[in-house]
């Protein structure tokens, strides 16, 4: 299996701030990658694929980048609804696998 | 619009089998555009993926659960299934089930994105 690692596990923000994610991949996934945000209690939302792709209606905040083992997501100008938990997923090789998550806080 | 939802008992005992199905309403399985697929996140934790059914009743397995998972389509009801056989503590969690978004990459490569997810179904394996 892939193993994905994110990093940080959390991280504290305020309105108006960026904050970068790191998604590592334990083997080469090219740019076969997505991003997901889940808000407490609801299900996850697909922001971003294959690395940098953004989703329709996903704000232009967000942005992804990345290829081979290492990705990023970037929020700029963090808004109140921003604040929820990240996870990336490698999209191309059985079993899909996801990071572990990073919890985005309000400082 | 795709909408997607997940019914089932919420309370399974230990050594049981857990039955869930996923309704689908706004796409057609049948279409053969689209995996479908199941995901689960214990209270607390991350994500899990279970493993995907296709509209011909193909499928992939995650190989932690392989010996107890199943899925299968019922294309008349536009619904898939899934089943945990042997229940225990562990099992307990919210399972969404979520479609799956096949992208050609070139030669034998696919990507699969999960577009569509819904809302989730809290299981608890308990006496």
């Known amino acids: 299996d892939i193993q994905m690692t994110q990093s940080p596990s959390a991280v504290s923000a305020s309105i108006g701030d960026s904050v970068t994610i790191t998604c590592r991949a334990s083997?080469?996934?090219?740019?076969?990658l997505a991003w997901y945000q889940q808000r407490p209690g609801k299900a996850p939302k697909l922001l971003i694929s294959a690395a940098s792709t953004l989703q329709s209606g996903v704000p232009s905040r967000f942005s992804g980048s990345g290829s081979g083992t290492e990705f990023t997501l970037t929020i700029n100008s963090l808004q109140p609804e921003d604040f929820a938990t990240y996870y990336c997923?490698?999209?191309?090789?059985?079993?899909?696998?996801f990071g572990q998550g990073t919890r985005l806080d309000i400082k | 619009q795709v909408q997607l939802q997940e019914s089932g008992p919420g309370l399974v005992k230990p050594s049981e089998t857990l039955s869930l199905t996923c309704t689908v309403s706004?796409?057609?399985?049948?279409?053969?555009?689209?995996?479908w697929t199941w995901i689960r996140q214990p209270p607390g934790k991350g994500l899990e993926w279970l493993g995907n059914v296709y509209y011909s009743g193909t499928t992939n397995y995650n190989p932690s659960l392989m010996s107890r998972v199943s899925m299968s389509v019922d294309l008349s009801k536009n619904q898939f299934s899934l089943k945990v056989t042997s229940v225990n503590a562990a099992d307990t969690a919210v399972y969404f089930c979520?479609?799956?978004?096949?992208?050609?990459?070139?030669?034998?490569?696919?990507?699969?994105?999960?577009?569509?997810w819904g809302r989730g179904t809290l299981v608890t394996v308990s006496s």
């Open positions: 979520a479609r799956v978004l096949p992208l050609y990459c070139g030669g034998d490569c696919y990507q699969y994105y999960l577009d569509h």
């Open positions: 997923q490698q999209a191309n090789i059985f079993p899909l696998t």
């Open positions: 706004g796409d057609s399985i049948s279409t053969g555009t689209h995996y």
């Open positions: 083997q080469g996934i090219t740019i076969w």
